[in-house]
T-cell receptor, first 115, second 116 residues
Framework: GEDAEQSLFLSVREGDSSVINCTYTDSSSTYLYWYKQEPGAGLQLLTYIFSNMDMKQDQRLTVLLNKKDKHLSLRIADTQTGDSAIYFC???????????????FGRGTQLTVWP | NAGVTQTPKFRVLKTGQSMTLLCAQD?????MYWYRQDPGMGLRLIHY???????AKGEVPDGYNVSRLKKQNFLLGLESAAPSQTSVYFC???????????????FGPGTRLTVT
């Protein structure tokens, strides 16, 4: 099936802001998620946003959602070297509850933070 | 709580050999999933289960079988391994969060499989 699109790589300097973008595929996706994968580990949920919201802020993380363009972004303020990881966006296609928890992941963006 | 655990962590197989990957979760989650992760490909769903005794195919089920005989365990089998099955395999579990109306998937640490 069609995957959400993400840039594969992003490099930023420590202390700068990072913006990771995602174009998802299904306009009826009820929830959009951001997961983080550190080297050698599984994925961990960072944050999520409900489709009726435009923005969600959680400490250094800001999620923006543009439903018209099916565009999701994750902004990390004051990026630290510990933020270096792969970030995946994910969508729950087909509306609330219809996919029984199935998520559809983008290919991931490798964020590298330089000291 | 151990969360989601996977065994083994690493395995090397020869083409044609078989093996079973075990996933266990202690969170009483209904739903469990097996993914494979390949470079530049993201995560692709192999099989999933919505409850004990049930399984369903995901995006890339060929060459794999699964079983969910107990709620806490989800087994992934490779009957005749092929080099194309060299990958990192992740198991995940989730439940429906009624207060949020969403699911959160909890991932295991992964199994790195090489088929020569």
């Amino acid at each position: 099936g069609e995957d959400a699109e993400q840039s594969l790589f992003l490099s930023v300097r420590e202390g700068d802001s990072s913006v990771i973008n995602c174009t998802y595929t299904d306009s009826s996706s009820t929830y959009l998620y951001w997961y983080k994968q550190e080297p050698g580990a599984g994925l961990q949920l960072l944050t999520y946003i409900f489709s009726n919201m435009d923005m969600k802020q959680d400490q250094r993380l800001t999620v923006l959602l543009n439903k018209k363009d099916k565009h999701l972004s994750l902004r990390i303020a004051d990026t630290q070297t510990g933020d270096s990881a792969i970030y995946f966006c994910a969508e729950s296609k087909g509306g609330r509850g219809s996919t029984l928890g199935r998520l559809y992941f983008g290919r991931g963006t490798q964020l590298t933070v330089w000291p | 709580n151990a969360g989601v655990t996977q065994t083994p962590k690493f395995r090397v197989l020869k083409t044609g050999q078989s093996m079973t990957l075990l996933c266990a979760q202690d969170m009483n989650h209904e739903y469990m999933y097996w993914y494979r992760q390949d470079p530049g490909m993201g995560l692709r769903l192999i099989h999933y289960s919505v409850g004990e005794g049930t399984t369903a195919k995901g995006e890339v089920p060929d060459g794999y079988n699964v079983s969910r005989l107990k709620k806490q365990n989800f087994l992934l089998g490779l009957e005749s391994a092929a080099p194309s099955q060299t990958s990192v395999y992740f198991c995940a579990s989730s439940y429906y969060q009624r207060d949020r109306g969403t699911y959160e998937q909890y991932f295991g640490p992964g199994t790195r499989l090489t088929v020569t």
